[in-house]
């Protein structure tokens, strides 16, 4: 499985931006798409993340009310829209996958097989 993450980029406190992961053709049917960040020395923490199958969503405590995550079945891709951005969502964001769609570990870096390269998303304020 491949992950090609895009649409980071600089914007001002209170703007929005929209990631996308576009993700290569698989046969896997319990699937967690997710979205995950790392700022600049600070571990990588959970953003988002959706089921591919039946789409149940999840959230970080810090991005609910203010982010979106999102999926197109026919092309393939999950998003991330982000508004109200604060100074404080500023870092790498990395899009994943888990392959065997376990619930109780959703949040867990360490259960997602796949990764994208990352995009870098910088909020000034």
């Known amino acids: 499985v491949q992950l090609q993450a895009s649409g980071g980029g600089l914007v001002q406190a209170g703007g929005s931006l929209k990631l996308s992961c576009a993700v290569s053709?698989?046969?896997?049917?319990?699937?967690?798409m997710a979205w995950f960040r790392q700022a600049p020395g600070k571990e990588r923490e959970f953003v988002a993340a959706?089921?591919?199958?039946?789409?149940?969503?999840y959230y970080a405590d810090s991005v609910k009310g203010r982010f979106t995550i999102s999926m197109d079945n026919a092309k393939n891709t999950v998003y991330l829209q982000m508004n109200s951005l604060k100074p404080e969502d500023t870092a790498v964001y990395y899009c994943?996958?888990?392959?065997?769609?376990?619930?109780?570990?959703?949040?867990?870096?360490?259960?997602?097989?796949?990764w994208g390269q990352g995009t870098q998303v910088t909020v000034s304020s």
């Open positions: 053709r698989h046969t896997y049917s319990r699937v967690h």
């Open positions: 959706l089921r591919w199958r039946g789409g149940s969503t």
């Open positions: 994943a996958v888990d392959v065997n769609g376990i619930l109780s570990s959703v949040r867990l870096s360490e259960a997602y097989d796949y």
